[in-house]
């Protein structure tokens, strides 16, 4: 059982940055996938950034290609997202899912652990 916890949202202006964490109370094998999902009001929920944990392979949606970067804290096991140069379009609600069952990394239909999330607000 993998029970994942989001912490680091908050307000922020355009151009400045966050740091998303995403801890786990239950072992990390190195066959996970994890990644991380957003999800702004009347819209679907889209695949934003996802790690393999046994070979650090990490995978970007377009929208944020060189602006977040995710990363894996084996002692911590805990899952990073910096994202930098906000933009107001990255408004949403940020989830972290995990999955060993070697899921398509961005798509959250294949995600089975989930936590339940933190709100991120991009101010113009």
């Known amino acids: 059982q993998v029970h994942l916890v989001e912490t680091g949202g908050g307000s922020v202006q355009a151009g400045g940055s966050l740091r998303l964490s995403c801890a786990s109370s239950?072992?990390?094998?190195?066959?996970?996938?994890i990644a991380w999902f957003r999800q702004a009001p009347g819209k679907e929920r889209e695949g934003v950034a996802a790690?393999?944990?046994?070979?650090?392979?990490?995978y970007y949606a377009d929208s944020v290609k060189g602006r977040f970067a995710i990363s894996y804290d084996n002692a911590k096991s805990t899952v990073y997202l910096q994202m930098d140069t906000l933009k107001p379009e990255d408004t949403a609600m940020y989830s972290c899912?995990?999955?060993?069952?070697?899921?398509?990394?961005?798509?959250?239909?294949?995600?089975?652990?989930w936590g339940q999330g933190t709100q991120v607000t991009v101010s113009s």
């Open positions: 790690i393999y944990i046994g070979g650090g392979t990490t």
């Open positions: 239950g072992y990390i094998y190195s066959t996970y996938y």
């Open positions: 899912a995990a999955d060993q069952r070697r899921p398509t990394p961005l798509d959250p239909r294949e995600y089975h652990y």
